[in-house]
Structures are given as C-alpha cells and as structure tokens.
C-alpha cells in the first residue's frame, strides 16, 4: 500500500521558490539589506560590492531549492517572456568546478539585442543588448533555473522591452501623485504606487483534440467550425460545478502559482463551455505585470501535464464568449492610503473627487492610446461581441458617483438629507458606499468602488501596454492639476474650480447605460465626438499623433524613436498574425477539407449506385441533393481559395505594412469569411466520421 505524500500547508509552500523581502532579510547581512531596500525604495544606485554580496546569498539560496543555472528573465516586445539559461558552474585547475555567481552577473545580462522586435532601432549587425536588474521585483526559481527579473534595452539605451517603459511610467505617475497630496497637507507620504489585479480568462480543451486542428496549433483559434447544437445559450456553465479533470488542473496551477508567491485566489467557470477564469488579489502594477506573464506560461504547462491545452487566444471559438484580461488599476500611497477610496472627511472626499477627475479626464483625452493598448488581431474578432466591451472608449460611474458630480458640477443640492450645496472641501459628502450601483458589463472602464475596471485588454496580451498607457496619461493630468493648485492664493476655491472645470469638460466620456445598444454607438460617435477604433488598422495611426508623441517624450516614457519604433512593430505583428492565419486556411482547405468532402461526395455516389442496382425505381432524392450540394460548396471554396491566394499574392508587391494592414483589414477578412461560411456549411452535411477535423461539440465538451 503506498504512502500519501501530504501536500505542505499553503502558508508554508506560497513564496518558497521566491528571494523575497523575508528571505533577503534571512540571507542577507544587515547592511546589506539595508543598502538593498534603498535601492529598492527609493532607487539608489546599487554598489557592485552590494550586489556581489546579494548575487552570493541568492546563488547559495538557489542552489539549496535545487536551482543548477540562473538567467535574466526578460519581456521583450514579443509579448511573451525571454531567458538565456547559463549554469552557476566555474571550472577549477585542478579539472573541478565550484558554483558561482557574481554581482556583475546578477546586475547585467547581455542577449542578442537584433533578434527580438525593435521597430528599427537595432540592425542585424547592431547585435548588442543589455539586460539590467530589476531590484523591484523578486527574482524566483523556476525548473531548477533562477530567474531574475530584468529590463532589456539596446546598446544605444533604447528600451525593447515592456518593462522598461511601465518603470517609466510608474515612476512619473508617483512623482506627479506626491505633488497633489503635497497640495492637501499629506507630508507623511513618500512615495505612491499603482497597483493592479489582473484577471485572466482562459479556455481548456483536450489535447488529443487539439493536436488534430492545425488552426489552433498554428493561429490559437478555430478558423472554421459550424456552431454546434449547444453552446453557452442555457447559462448552465458560468459559476457552475467544476469537472474533476478542470479541477485537478486548478489545483496544480493553484500550488505552482503559490510557489511563485503569485497571490492566486478565485477561480471559477466562465460563460461560455470549456472557458474559465483565475483571478488574483491585487499588487504593485510592476510586480502584477511579471506575475501575469508568469501566470499565463504556467497555465500552458500546467494543462498539458493535464491532457489539455490552454488557449489564450481572445477568440478561440466563433459564437461563444471571447477571453479577455480585466485590469483593476488603482493607486495607493506607502502609508496604505487607496487614493481611489471615497473619503468621510471633506479634505478626503475634495482629494477623492480630485484623482477621480484626474482619471476620467486622462481617460477622455487619452481614449485612442487606451484603445491603441489593447489592439491585436486576436482582440479585434472579441471586442463588442459577448459581453466583451465594445471599441468605443467609455467610463462607468454608477447612479450614485455621478450624481454627485453633477451636483458638484452646477454647485447644487445633492439628494442628501442635508439637502444643502456641495462645495468641495467645505461641506462633507455623503457617505458613499461600494456598492450603490449595479456592474456595467459592458463598460470598457468601470469605477468598482475603489478602483477602475479596464475591460478591453484581450487574454493574451501582455498588462504592461495598457498599464503603460494609464499611469502616463493620469500622471500628465496630475502635473497640470499639480501646476494650477501649488500656485493658487485659495487653494479651496480654486480646487473647487478645477473639479468643476474638469467634470464639465469631460463629462462625454461618462456612460452608465448599454454598450451594446447601437443607440449607443450613434450617440458616442455623432453627439459626443468619442473614437469608434473598430479595428487594430483603425488605432494604430494614433499613436504617432502630436499629442499622444508629446506625452510620452515629456514624461520620459518613450522616445520619439521608441513610439515609431513600438507603431512599427504593433502593425507588422497584425500583419504576419493576418498572414499566419490565411495561410493556415488556405492549406486546411486545399489538404483537409477539399479532399475529405470529394471522398464523401464518393461515397454518396456509390451508396446511391449500390441502391440503384439493388432496387428499381428506388429514391434516391437525399443522396442526390447532398452530393449536389457538397460539390458546389466544394466547388466555391476551392474557388474562394484561390481569391485568398491571389489576395495574399498582391501583398507582396506592398512595400508599406500600412498598405498591407489595410489591405487585410479590407479584402483578406472580408475573404476569409466567406471561406468560412462555405467550409461551415460544409461541415454540417458531411458525416463526422470523414469530417477531417474535430468539431466544436467535441472542443467544446470534450474535458470531462
């Protein structure tokens, strides 16, 4: 009888494999951590003498969890996470070898700077890159390597990462934060951070069917497949009881994540059949971004140990609920102070209602780089179908908040008991309470009590992009709030004006009602002036507008060089992903399906032979009319291929990538569409047995 290996306690397994705050502190010599912390608080430069004594404790550490290499884990602008693997071996004289690894190691990496994307900031020949230690986030052991965050930038000092800018970003958001509460008396603060919980949607299917579709081993999503006779339409799978087989996986990814000291803790069934959701307790927005990606490649592993595959596509299905990643984005101070959190003292409801107008205006000027952050082919087929917002940028406050803007607004009676006027910072607001209002699910921004919901980032994509977006927009907002309240001879008086001003000027962008309604649609494009960016060759244009170049550069975000250079990259990814994808039909339909519908057409024609010579006068009316069917529709999507290869063809001769994106935004999705149509109908008059790929009730239902 074999013995159970009890599994440790979660307090005892969750941050286990993490050279975190509480392990420094253990490892490390006192001044050593000291001088570490500063570094990491305040970001002082860290001596190398420093960081060889930290590179030995973490080495040692490392080493005594099983860890044999170490690399620089990295976010370059794939999207995706990077490392170089090198082992903690030194070679002796003698033919031995010790375990080493020094401050100069730890602190700075240097990987192939010319083959990941660049936009054109690195040649071919430009090959040099560096990595550079990120003290802000812990580094952790994964598979027996220690990884150690970093950022990654070229030889030139260009960032080609996603870590970089976010650090930019976070570090302006803070500064021009304290400058604001510097205004309301808040001396005992020192720093403010943004935090973020990201929550992350996800499909399971079983792997064996997986392998058997060549769309989703080469796209991440089914390109073609007939809807089949259930899907998400008796709301009997969100919330509902976990499968054992999904449940043994959550389990696992649950305990790997903890390991991580990734704060894992909800997670449920979503909408639609095979889709489920992880959802995490917030933290710093750096740390939540690394976090995030972890998360993701864990879920990926963790499945196939599993039998399954976890897709991340923001569309892996047509007609069933896409996969998207809800930002709750908040900021908070060191002294534990959610700025976001409505006050019951007039000085903390005049700052509440002031980072709240930061927001809302930073969100309505900055509505096409907040778009722009969550652009991507993947996103463009889930935005504005099932429950997902749609592409036009929107915030929801709820009744009970916009009330009492609008009161601030007309310097009105607030419906209180009071009912007196609501002068900012002279009459204390009513309480007001988390939950006064109902969820907008269909809101791209939501106000959720004491954070903001961004809704719009797709389940693949990286939190950095819009993260980036929503610091350096709120932070330009607070520098100018910042310019007019340091300045004011009545600080009240001109607060109050500010508010005022802000709510009248950018009340637009509030909407608390339907998303979905084209009433909506109308009214947000012809009456309020707010951007319908339907698709990612829509938005992108925008980020090389002057504005949107002049608040990255003037808050030390991006470069000029670094904004062109991230537009490049944003649109030649559209289009290989575009291309991917038509290719990928072409070659199913061509290899797969064509040949397996003529070989069923076949042997309708000899069934309705075999019957003929068995029985005079016999119907054969069915076999007649699907034969007659099945070969026109063969006949058309052979037909419609060659459109695509003719479309795919005239590409080539496009020098642009503009040109191309709006080509297949244009002609080529236009095409494939009704490719799918025809090779959809298909599948529904063809047996399932000679149907060459596994459907969507099989996808769909098939983890049990």
């Not at 993490?18 to 006192?30: G, Q, R």
């Not at 003498?49 to 080495?59: H, Q, R, T, W, Y």
């Not at 997986?210 to 899907?231: E, N, Q, S």
């Not at 927001?359 to 778009?371: K, N």
Request: hydrophobic residues 40%.
């Amino acid at each position: 009888m074999s013995e159970t290996v009890a599994t440790p306690q979660v307090t005892e397994l969750f941050g286990c494999m993490v050279f975190d705050d509480a392990t420094m502190k253990a490892k490390l010599p006192k001044e050593t951590y000291r001088l570490l912390q500063r570094t990491t608080k305040n970001g002082k430069h860290l001596d190398l003498a420093v960081a060889n004594v930290v590179a030995n404790a973490m080495k040692d550490w490392a080493i005594e969890k099983g860890a044999t290499h170490f690399t620089h884990w990295f976010q370059p602008m794939t999207g995706i996470t990077a490392e170089k693997h090198d082992s903690f071996i030194s070679p002796l004289e003698d033919g031995r070898v010790i375990m080493e690894f020094s401050g100069k190691e730890l602190v700075q990496g240097e990987p192939d700077a010319s083959s990941f994307p660049s936009g054109g900031l690195r040649a071919t020949f430009e090959a040099r890159g560096y990595t550079a230690w990120d003290p802000t986030s812990y580094a952790f052991i994964k598979e027996n390597t220690l990884c150690i965050p970093t950022a990654f930038c070229s030889y030139s000092g260009d960032a080609l990462d996603k870590k970089t800018p976010l650090l930019r970003s976070m570090e302006t958001i803070g500064k021009q934060a304290m400058r604001v509460l510097k205004c309301f008396g808040n001396d005992d603060v020192t720093s403010v951070r943004t935090t973020v919980g990201a929550e992350q949607e996800y499909f399971l299917v079983d792997r064996a069917l997986f392998d058997r579709r060549r769309d989703l081993i080469y796209t991440g999503r089914t390109l073609f497949g007939a809807k089949p006779p259930k899907g998400q339409e008796l709301d009997d799978h969100y919330f509902g009881s976990i499968k054992p087989r999904v449940a043994a996986f959550m389990r696992e990814l649950d305990e790997e994540l903890w390991k991580l000291g990734i704060l894992a803790k909800t997670e449920h069934n979503e909408a639609a059949p095979a889709q489920h959701e992880l959802a995490p307790i917030f933290s710093t927005t750096n740390l939540a971004t690394d976090h995030n990606q972890l998360t993701m490649e864990i879920m990926q592993k963790v499945a196939k140990k599993h039998d399954m595959v976890c897709l991340l596509h923001e569309k892996p299905f047509e007609g069933v609920n896409g996969s998207g990643k809800h930002n709750n984005w908040s900021l908070s101070t060191n002294t534990g102070i959610n700025l976001l959190e409505p006050g019951e003292t007039p000085a903390e409801n005049a700052q509440f209602l002031l980072f709240l107008t930061a927001v809302i205006r930073a969100v309505d000027e900055y509505q096409d780089l907040l778009r722009i952050s969550v652009a991507s082919a993947g996103n463009d087929h889930r935005l504005g179908a099932h429950e997902a917002p749609p592409a036009v940028v929107s915030m929801y406050l709820g009744d009970e908040l916009m009330s009492i803007l609008e009161a601030v607004e007309k310097d009105a009676a607030y419906d209180s008991k009071e009912k007196e006027l609501l002068r900012v910072g002279v009459h204390i607001l009513p309480k007001f309470p988390k939950d006064t209002t109902d969820r907008n699910r269909t809101s791209p921004f939501a106000f959720t009590g004491n954070k903001f919901e961004f809704r719009m980032l797709g389940s693949s994509a990286s939190i950095s992009d819009a993260n980036v977006v929503l610091n350096t927009a709120v932070a330009q907002v607070l520098r100018e709030f910042a310019d007019i309240l340091e300045g004011a001879e009545n600080f009240e008086e001109t607060l109050h004006e500010l508010i005022r001003k802000t709510i009248r000027d950018h009340k637009r962008i509030i909407f608390n009602g339907n998303g979905y309604d084209e009433a909506w649609i109308r009214e947000a494009t012809e009456e309020r002036g707010l951007l319908n960016l339907k698709t990612t060759p829509d938005a992108l244009p925008y980020l090389l507008c002057e504005k949107n170049i002049k608040l990255f550069v003037e808050n030390r975000v991006f470069s000029e060089a670094e904004i062109h250079a991230r537009y490049e990259i944003m649109t030649e990814n559209y289009c290989k992903v575009m291309n991917i994808e038509v290719l990928t039909m072409a070659d199913m339909v061509r290899r797969q399906i064509i040949p397996a519908v003529s070989r069923y057409v076949r042997e309708l024609a000899e069934a309705a032979r075999a019957k003929r010579d068995v029985m005079d006068l016999v119907d054969l009316s069915m076999e007649t009319d699907l034969i007659g069917r099945l070969s026109a529709l063969n006949a058309r999507a052979y037909t419609k291929v060659k459109t695509l290869d003719k479309l795919t063809d005239d590409l080539r001769h496009m020098v642009s990538l503009d040109e191309q994106a709006i080509a297949y935004r244009d002609s080529i999705i236009p095409a494939m569409e009704d490719l799918r149509y025809i090779v959809d109908e298909m599948e529904t008059l063809t047996a399932e047995d000679v149907w060459p790929v596994p459907g969507y009730g099989e996808l769909l239902f098939g983890v049990r």
